[in-house]
Each structure stands twice: as structure tokens, then as C-alpha cells.
């Protein structure tokens, strides 16, 4: 299998940071943005193929950055990867369309498992 | 500097009374100006210094401590994890100590499964553990609410008796942290304290518990008959909670008694539980208490018949759709839709007064 | 002679008594002062130590989280109102609505946010349970990502009434209000829900949040990304007089039932409570203030034990007016406010009905908020009289003012230290030097200006009679339009999203 390349959204830091060093180690590429609309400038200029966001981030939150992207026909599968828990967001998430979703505090290996099932999907 | 002060004395000395007075006042004032003055400038760069030294060290120790909780090859990881231990044990550099503290708290907040083992095992393999219990037994209120949380947080199961002596600690904000984290650690028996409590819980501290309760493995229920008919409001509110998202179908007696309870919140949610669980079949014992209960719970009836209600339910709502109250024709219209009854209601609505057919003009509106 | 002579001891009466009285009324302010700023400093460290081990995201992770509604009335903002929308929906939070009111605004406000998020209008009809001008239309997103934004359109009817309109189309259990200019701190509902609902005895009825000065700060993204102290010497005395009232201020009255005012740029209520007791006047131009006494009121007499909070955190951040005659117009309003909310409610004072609101929040409000300004001028100018008479020595006077003086650059100095010492938002040593500067002139310099508005404020109000109750008010939000452009510019973002192609 080639190399995927994952784009991780995030404004934590630590979990930008976490996130990475666990994903290249799996071997993939991975590239990371601190809200949602430095991730579009990157998504304008390269492919990914799978993006990995969270949804409670500043000015553009996750679930507008789904839409964007759902709307101008992105095909990259999306991950919501967040804190919030309440059913409201899960449906709110999956009614925008993403193609996963996976509450924080989460474990790094189911993730991977996650991302393995949407690349073969995809 | 001596020299003003003599300045000073000699001018007090030669006033009258009243002067004196006003010099003293001002002696002091300008006093106190100075030693804050100096305060400032002392903490400030001391301030600065510290928290810059901190953020570096942390930006190096976030490299080691990931790679440690992703290290894979466990005999690896605990060569680094001594390697860690021996940065820790040196005495004059608490700050690594606290900086790796600080990022394995945010890193168990976060992470779950094998990386959080990961970070309970760098606990207990550095002398983190053995910090943590005598802070906790030896610092203030302050310091040992957050070491209990800090516990909890790293799931240090073994420490489990120690937190449980807290959980009768003067000082509230300690008990508060004590009960949520035995039950994180402890399971189940760690809510038996609800059994008989007789003072209030906060809904802060019913949530803390609530998130704790949905994270335990699955082979443990809570028994929630017995909250739900206790003496004390809140612990019947939390009974409630659970019940509703533990699905405990068993407690239908207690809930069916509660609709008459005194308290609105309780007979509201009950309504709500009863939603939740989908009980159909007790729809029309809610719907018999409707007339003797206030507005506020009318709606939320009005509501329960949306979802457990079927087409034969129309007349009773299309009676309350001619209230004069807002919410009760909104809810009301709301509920025709929901139990199938769209096309009546469009037939109906012109025939309505006003008011009301602007109302459930509203609700046919689906994009609000 | 012997009636010179009687006159003379008369006048020497007199003199006496008045400078007594001074005397009395200097220490008091002192006094109360120093027991405020106590009070509030322990309170401070108390909150500062306890919300160590508060884990805040807990409540983002529970599916029983509250519902806040935030209502955010727009009156004239055209410039700055889609990048306002846009912070707002994208807070900390999970369960949270988002209503604008636009209050009749002259400009484009509502057109730029109809078109930056993709509104239509809806058949919305509100419960009316708060009457108000009427609404002309009432809009949501096609955007099913912005779900929880809702644009109330409606007729001028002023600050209280776009409030209004707002709380009656508000679905959540917490109303939150803001300027919608203000730039909130992302987890600021989280830090403001949190002691509601940690409150197990009593019903907390409201909670207020602090306000700090955001001229000059760097602004990214609706964030602030760095804290400065203001360029403007007005301004940065301002920061000074918000400091001082938040932090060694506004925090002890939570203790003594009398925080009576909840900034109109951040606060969160119970919103049953709120619609019982009358919602918003719009009778007034103090709201913010009016509310927060009504709400109290209303909960004392129908037996509701009550709590109102105070987070001691810098949690909103607002621009403040770095021109004159601004501050003095609205410090003038502030006045007013004050002097109506006051008569409004006069059945509080010292009433034991009501306890601590009544017995002391409420007389402090009036000696020491509405009478102290006027106290100091009539103060300083009977010193000036004697002075000129020659009644009094200079050098007395001198004296007296001197040390008054000081005390007040003492307690600005104290101020900046608790700031030092708790949240430590200034971190340029270069900015806390400007502000002890600033604080060692203020009293000399800027404080007259507030006293002068003050001044004016109860002149225009019992002479001219320019607001009287039953009588609307305003047009529009008499708030200030400050130089919007400058906000902008700082953040480098224009708030549009551009969609890729």
C-alpha cells in the first residue's frame, strides 16, 4: 500500500502533536492544521486522503469545515474526532457528512483501525 | 534613603496634631506604595523567568513522552521510562517534574487504551506516584482536590483507598473530587453513598459522576430503584439521569409513581425518561395526568405523545391545539406532525383562530 | 462686636462640622474600599485555587449539558458583524444557540449577515412573553452546519428591546448576553455555567463575568492572541478603572448580595426567572443594572433562596472609547442608569425585608455610586472656599488632598499587583510600567473627568429631565460607535469564508 496522507485538524497542540507522531509511525504522512480555515488553504493546494478534524475550533468550527468541504465535492473521507459527546452533535455530524465519528478521550489504536476501515472503503 | 526618612520625622515632629495625623497617613501610605512597587517588579521577572524555562523544558519533554507512550516494544519503553525517572529524582529540577506531569494530565484527558496504560505505567514507574500521595496527604484543600483529580484522571486503580478517605473530608470541593474519582476507580460501590445522602447534589457534581457511570465497562449496572424513590430531590434528579441512559426498563413502577411527585424538574424529566425508553404503553397513563399539571408540564406531555404516540392520538392533540397558550399549541402541532399527521393538519390549520394557525404555521416550517 | 463675635464662633461651628464631616465621609470611602478589595482578593485566590482541579471539559463530554442561548443584540454594525456571528458560533460549548437581534439598524448589518451565512427567513413566531416593538422577520441558515444561528429582524426599540426579542425566540434553559462587538474568550460559557451549576443548595440565578479593556491587544480570528495596555491615555485609565472595578470590585458583592450590576457585555441568566421577573426594562438606560435588581427582587419576595455569582476570570474583552466626548456621554448614561435604577426601586432601601440587598448593597449603590461624586465636588469646593477665605491653611488642604491622593494610587497599585499575581494577562514589563504611570496621575487627572460626568449626568437627569421614566428612551443603542476599522484591521482574517474552487 502507498503511503496515505492524512491531514489532522486541531487547535490542542499536544494532540496535533500526539496525532502525528503516532500516524507516521504507522506510516503515514501526515500533515497538520491548528483550525479549520488554515486547513482549507492547505486542502486548496494538496490531496488528502483522509482528514482527521476536530470540531469545537476557533472562528471556523468542524462542523462548517465538513460542510465546506462536503460541498465543494471532496471525496477524502472525513473523521470527527471530538469532546463532544451530546447525541445532537454525532447526528449533526453524520447529517453534514462525515464518514466517522470518534469521541475524545479516544484511543490512538482504535483510531488507526478507523482510518484503515475508511481507506479500504474508500 | 535614610536621609528622607529623617526628613520625615523631623517634619512630623514639628506639626500640630492635626498635621500629625494627616502626616502619619501618609508616611504609610507611601510606605506600602513602595514595598508593592518593589513586589511587582520581583514577582514579574521572576514570573517571566519561570514560565519561559517551563515552556521550553515542555516543549522538549513532548518529544520523549510521546514517544515513549507510543513505544510499541514494551521492554523498550521501560528503559525510557528510567531514563525519565532519573531526570525526575533530580531535586533541583522540580520543573521537568511538573512540565511532564502537566502533558501526561493532558495526554490521559485525551487519550485512551493502550497510550493511556502507557501513561499510568510512567506514573508508577517514576517516582510520580509516590509524589502524588504525599502531596495529597500533606498539602492543602487546593492541592489535594487536584491530586485527586489527577489520580482519577491517570487511573491509578491501586490508590483507590487512598482517595476513599477523602470522600468524608471537611473541606467540600475535596469530597466532591473524592466520590467522582472512587467511582472512576472503584466502580459501582463507589455510588453507594447515594444510598443515604442527606444533603444536596449539585447538577455539576451529578454530571461529573454521570460521565464517570457511561465510561465503566459494560458488565456493571447501576441499581437505580432505590434513588428514584429517595427522600432527597437531587439523588432522585440523578436516579432519573441514570435510569434514562442505562436504559433500565425495570424501573417503570417508580417512574409511573413519580408523575405526581411535588417537584416539577423531577416530574419533567420523568416525562422525558419515559421518552427516552420508548415506553409506549404507559403514553396514556402520562396523558391521564395532563389536566391537573401546569403549562411547563403540559408541553413536556404534549411532547412525550410526539414521540410515543400514533395516529389515534390526533383528536387529544388537535383539543390542545385550541389553548390559548403559546407553547401548548406549538408543542401540541409540533406532536401531530411527529405521530404521522402532517396532511390533517393542513386541512385543519386555516380553521383555527389567528393566533393559532400562525402557531402551527411555525411548526410546519421544518427548517426551524 | 459681640455679634461679630457670635457669627464668628457660628462660622467656626460650622467649619468644624463640615470638616468632620469630610473627615467621616474620606475614611468611609476608604474604609469600605479596603473591605471590598479584601473581600474580593480572597475570593480571587479562593476561585483561582478551586478551579485547579475543575475539569471544564466534563461538561462538553455530558449528554445532560444545560442549553444556553446567547443573545446578541446588533444596532448598526455592518463592519464588523460577520466576523462577530462567526466567534460566536464557534465557542466551547455544545449545547448553545446563537440569536441576533438586529435593532433596526440604519446600515447594511442585516444584509451582510444574510448574505455571509446564507439566511432565509422562516415562519418563526415567538411566545411573546416579553412585549417589545414588533419583529419584522425572523431568519435561519440554509447551512445546516450553522443550525443554532438565528437573526431576529425587528423594529428600533433599543438595547432593552433587542434583548428582549431575543429572549422570547430563546430555546435554552440560560440566557447569556453580550455586546456583540466583544470579543469572548472561547471558553468562557464553560467558565461561566460552571459555578450555576455547581450551586446544590440554593437556585443561582445569574452569573457575571469579568470585563477587561481590549484596545490595542492583538486580535486573530476572533481571538485575543496577545494582551497590550492601550496606546490612548484615556483608555489606558480605563483599563485601570476596570481592573480595579473587577478585580478588587465587583467580586466581594457576591458575599453580601449586592453585586448589583452584571456587565451588559457578559452575563448568563436563569432564563425562567428572568421572563418572571419582567425581562429587560426599556425604560432606562441602565438594563444591565436595572435586571440584575429586579431579578433579586423578584426571587426575595416569592421565597426563592437565590445565588447571583461572580467569575473572577478575565473572560470578554471589550473596546473602549478613546475619545472625550465619548467617555463622558457614557459615563453621563452610566449616571442615569444608576440614578433610575435607583428610584425605581426605592422600596429596597434599607428595607429588611430584603436583607443584605436591602440593607446594604442597596444604600452602598446610593452613597457610594450615585452621592460619592457629588460629595467630592461639593468637597473640594467648600475646601476651595475656606481656602480662599483664608479659613483654612494651605498647607492643610495641601496635606489632606495629598494623602487622599495617595491612597488612591495605593489602591491602583494594589490593583496591578493582584493582577500580577492571579491572571497575569500584561506580560510586557514595558505595558505595567505605562499603567503605574497612568495610575499615578489618575487621580489627578482623569478622575475628574468621571466626576465631571457624573456631575452632568444628575444635572441632565433632575434638570433638564433628559430620561424619564415611560418614556422611550433611545433610538438605537446610544453605545458609541468606536472606530470599528481599527478591529479589522488587527485581525487579519475579513471574517467571509471564500469558497474553494
Known amino acids: ?66 460542510k465546506i468541504l462536503k460541498e465543494k465535492g471532496s471525496d477524502a473521507p472525513i473523521l470527527m474526532l471530538t469532546a463532544l459527546n451530546s447525541e445532537n452533535a454525532v447526528v449533526k455530524a453524520f447529517d453534514l457528512g462525515a464518514d466517522d465519528y470518534l469521541t475524545k478521550p479516544f484511543s490512538p489504536n482504535e483510531l488507526i483501525m478507523r482510518i484503515k476501515k475508511l481507506l479500504e472503503k474508500k | 534613603m535614610g536621609g528622607l526618612i529623617d526628613f520625615f520625622i523631623t517634619l512630623y515632629n514639628y506639626q500640630q496634631q492635626k498635621y500629625k495625623i494627616l502626616l502619619l497617613g501618609l508616611g504609610i501610605l507611601l510606605f506600602v506604595a513602595f514595598i508593592l512597587l518593589i513586589l511587582i517588579i520581583r514577582t514579574r521577572t521572576q514570573r517571566d523567568l519561570a514560565e519561559r524555562r517551563f515552556r521550553r523544558i515542555k516543549t522538549t519533554l513532548e518529544n520523549t513522552i510521546l514517544s515513549i507512550v507510543f513505544q510499541a516494544d514494551l521492554n523498550k519503553r521501560t528503559e525510557q521510562i528510567k531514563t525519565l525517572k532519573k531526570l525526575f529524582e533530580n531535586k533541583k529540577n522540580t520543573v521537568a517534574r511538573d512540565a511532564a506531569r502537566e502533558i501526561l494530565r493532558t495526554m490521559a484527558l485525551q487519550l485512551d487504551g493502550e497510550s493511556l496504560e502507557a501513561v499510568t505505567q510512567i506514573y508508577r514507574e517514576t517516582n510520580l506516584k509516590e509524589l502524588l500521595l504525599q502531596e495529597l496527604n500533606d498539602k492543602s484543600w487546593d492541592v489535594k482536590a487536584a491530586i485527586i483529580e489527577e489520580i482519577g484522571d491517570i487511573r491509578l486503580k491501586e490508590l483507590l483507598f487512598e482517595v476513599l478517605k477523602y470522600t468524608d473530608y471537611e473541606v467540600e470541593i475535596v469530597r466532591n473530587r473524592a466520590q467522582v474519582v472512587v467511582l472512576k476507580l472503584g466502580g459501582m460501590r463507589g455510588l453507594e453513598f447515594l444510598n443515604t445522602l442527606k444533603s444536596k447534589i449539585s447538577e455539576w457534581q451529578q454530571i ?35 435510569t434514562q441512559h442505562f436504559q433500565q426498563y425495570q424501573d417503570k413502577e417508580e417512574l409511573i409513581k413519580l408523575l405526581d411527585h411535588q417537584n416539577t424538574e423531577i416530574v419533567k424529566k420523568t416525562i422525558k425518561v419515559f421518552t427516552h425508553l420508548g415506553l409506549k404503553n404507559e403514553l396514556e397513563k402520562i396523558k391521564l395526568h395532563y389536566p391537573n399539571y401546569s403549562i411547563e408540564l403540559k408541553v413536556e406531555v404534549l411532547k412525550a405523545i410526539g414521540e410515543l404516540g400514533d395516529e389515534s392520538d390526533h383528536l387529544f392533540l388537535i383539543d390542545c391545539m385550541m389553548s390559548d397558550d403559546y407553547f401548548i399549541v406549538k408543542e401540541a402541532s409540533k406532536s401531530m406532525l411527529r405521530i404521522g399527521q402532517k396532511n390533517l393538519l393542513y386541512q385543519i390549520k386555516d380553521s383555527f383562530p389567528d393566533y393559532q394557525r400562525e402557531i402551527i404555521e411555525h411548526s410546519l416550517d421544518e427548517r426551524i | 462686636m459681640k455679634e461679630f463675635d457670635t457669627t464668628l464662633s457660628g462660622l467656626d461651628i460650622f467649619l468644624g462640622v463640615l470638616n468632620i464631616l469630610i473627615y467621616l465621609f474620606t475614611l468611609s470611602v476608604m474604609l469600605s474600599y479596603l473591605i471590598i478589595a479584601l473581600l474580593s482578593l480572597w475570593y480571587a485566590f479562593k476561585h483561582l485555587k478551586a478551579s485547579k482541579s475543575i475539569n471544564y471539559l466534563s461538561i462538553l463530554q455530558s449528554p445532560e449539558a444545560p442549553s444556553i442561548s446567547i443573545v446578541a443584540p446588533a444596532y448598526n454594525e455592518s463592519k464588523t458583524i460577520i466576523q462577530n456571528i462567526r466567534s460566536l458560533l464557534s465557542l466551547d460549548y455544545g449545547n448553545y444557540e ?26 418563526y413566531i415567538s411566545p411573546n412573553n416579553l412585549k417589545t416593538q414588533p419583529i419584522k422577520a425572523i431568519y435561519r441558515s440554509k447551512n445546516p452546519a450553522l443550525k443554532n444561528l438565528l437573526v431576529i429582524d425587528k423594529e428600533n426599540g433599543g438595547k432593552a428591546d433587542a434583548l428582549n426579542a431575543g429572549i422570547n425566540c430563546a430555546n435554552g434553559d440560560y440566557i447569556m448576553n453580550i455586546d456583540v462587538d466583544c470579543i469572548l474568550e472561547r471558553d468562557c460559557l464553560l467558565k461561566m455555567i460552571q459555578p450555576i451549576l455547581d450551586e446544590p443548595e440554593r437556585l443561582a440565578i445569574a452569573s457575571g463575568g469579568v470585563v477587561r479593556v481590549a484596545n490595542d491587544c492583538i486580535i486573530d480570528k476572533g481571538v485575543i492572541k496577545k494582551v497590550n495596555v492601550p496606546k490612548n491615555l484615556l483608555a489606558r485609565f480605563q483599563t485601570l478603572e476596570y481592573l480595579r472595578a473587577f478585580l478588587l470590585g465587583r467580586v466581594a458583592w457576591q458575599y453580601l448580595d449586592g453585586m448589583l450590576l452584571i456587565s451588559g457585555a457578559l452575563g448568563i441568566f436563569n432564563k425562567k426567572i428572568m421572563i418572571a421577573a419582567g425581562g429587560y426594562s426599556t425604560k432606562t438606560v441602565g438594563e444591565d443594572l436595572e ?30 472609547p478613546e475619545k472625550l466626548g465619548q467617555l463622558l456621554r457614557q459615563r453621563n448614561r452610566w449616571t442615569r442608569g444608576s440614578i433610575e ?25 446610593v452613597f457610594y455610586e450615585w452621592f460619592a461624586p457629588l460629595l467630592e465636588f461639593f468637597g473640594l469646593l467648600t475646601l476651595f472656599i ?28 494594589t490593583t496591578i499587583y493582584a493582577e500580577e499575581s492571579t491572571y497575569f494577562q500584561y506580560k510586557d514589563a514595558k505595558g505595567i510600567r505605562k499603567l503605574i504611570l497612568a495610575g499615578l496621575i489618575e487621580p489627578v487627572s482623569y478622575h475628574f473627568l468621571v466626576v465631571w460626568a457624573s456631575l452632568k449626568g444628575n444635572w441632565d437627569y433632575f434638570i433638564e429631565g433628559k430620561v424619564t421614566w415611560g418614556k422611550q428612551v433611545r433610538k438605537g443603542f446610544d453605545r458609541d460607535t468606536i472606530d470599528r476599522e481599527k478591529k479589522i484591521l488587527v485581525s487579519n482574517t475579513s471574517g467571509k469564508l471564500t469558497p474553494i474552487n
Open chain 3, 98 to 123: 446563537v440569536i441576533i437581534v438586529n435593532d433596526g439598524s440604519t446600515d447594511t448589518t442585516l444584509e451582510n449577515a444574510i448574505e455571509a451565512y446564507e439566511l432565509e427567513p422562516v415562519r
Open chain 3, 291 to 320: 435586571i440584575s435588581v429586579r431579578m433579586r427582587k423578584y426571587c426575595r419576595e416569592n421565597g426563592i433562596k437565590y445565588k447571583v455569582h461572580f467569575v473572577p476570570e478575565p473572560l470578554v474583552w471589550t473596546e473602549v
Open chain 2, 208 to 242: 461529573q459522576l454521570l460521565n464517570q457511570l457511561l465510561k465503566l465497562p459494560y458488565n456493571q449496572y447501576p441499581r437505580t430503584k432505590i434513588w428514584l424513590s429517595s427522600s432527597n430531590d437531587s439523588v432522585v434528579m440523578f436516579g432519573l439521569k441514570v
Open chain 1, 1 to 66: 500500500m502507498s503511503k496515505a496522507k492524512i491531514l489532522v485538524v486541531d487547535d490542542d497542540h499536544l494532540i496535533r502533536q500526539a496525532l502525528s507522531f503516532k500516524l507516521e509511525k504507522e506510516g503515514y504522512t501526515v500533515k497538520v492544521a491548528n483550525d479549520g480555515e488554515s486547513a482549507l488553504s492547505i486542502i486548496e493546494n494538496e490531496k488528502f486522503d483522509i482528514i482527521i478534524s476536530d470540531i469545537m475550533m476557533p472562528y471556523i468550527s468542524g462542523f462548517e469545515l465538513l
Open chain 3, 386 to 413: 475656606l481656602l480662599i477665605l483664608g479659613l483654612l491653611p494651605g498647607l492643610y488642604i495641601a496635606l489632606f488632598l495629598l494623602t487622599v491622593v495617595s491612597f488612591a494610587i495605593v489602591f491602583t497599585i
Open chain 3, 341 to 365: 435604577t435607583i428610584l425605581a426601586h426605592k422600596n429596597l432601601f434599607f428595607n429588611p425585608r430584603y436583607k443584605f440587598l436591602g440593607l446594604i448593597a442597596y444604600p452602598y449603590w
